[in-house]
């Protein structure tokens, strides 16, 4: 089951996106990348966009969300799946949930920042449509930008 996620759940989501960063390599940044995750309501909700976590009975698995950008544009973030619940089409059908939500919420256009180390994603969002493209900037642990015409 996909749902929005609540306040009191960031720790959990924090625990589950850090432990994944590490496993690849890279560093949770709560101070400027991941502060998001510290906020979910400021970042994401009250700005217009969402989000979600992917559920395993009571157990956070997964996470995608909508950050918006304006001019009907948002940013998909926070895209992550426990490593013990892959290759069982979770991240496919997280990637999916996060683009129908994108056209519920009026945005026209999404586009992502991932880092290279992240092979399966890379994959998987091609195989959906995105496309790379040179972003005015890129968070210090991305070196690709991508984004999809709704």
Known sequence: MIRSATAREEPLIRELVFAILKSY???PSPKD???DLFDLNGFYFDRGGDF???LDGEEIIGTVALFN???EVCELRK???DPNFRRRGLGKQLLE????KARELG???VTLETASELKEAVALYKSYGFEPFEPDHLAP???IAMRLDL
């Open 25 to 27: 390599g890279l560093e």
């Open 33 to 35: 990348t991941d502060a």
């Open 52 to 54: 979600s976590v992917l």
């Open 69 to 71: 950008l304006g001019n």
């Open 79 to 81: 895209m992550y799946l």
């Open 97 to 100: 949930y996060g683009l129908v």
């Open 107 to 109: 945005f026209t256009q």
């Open 141 to 143: 642990r991305c070196d």
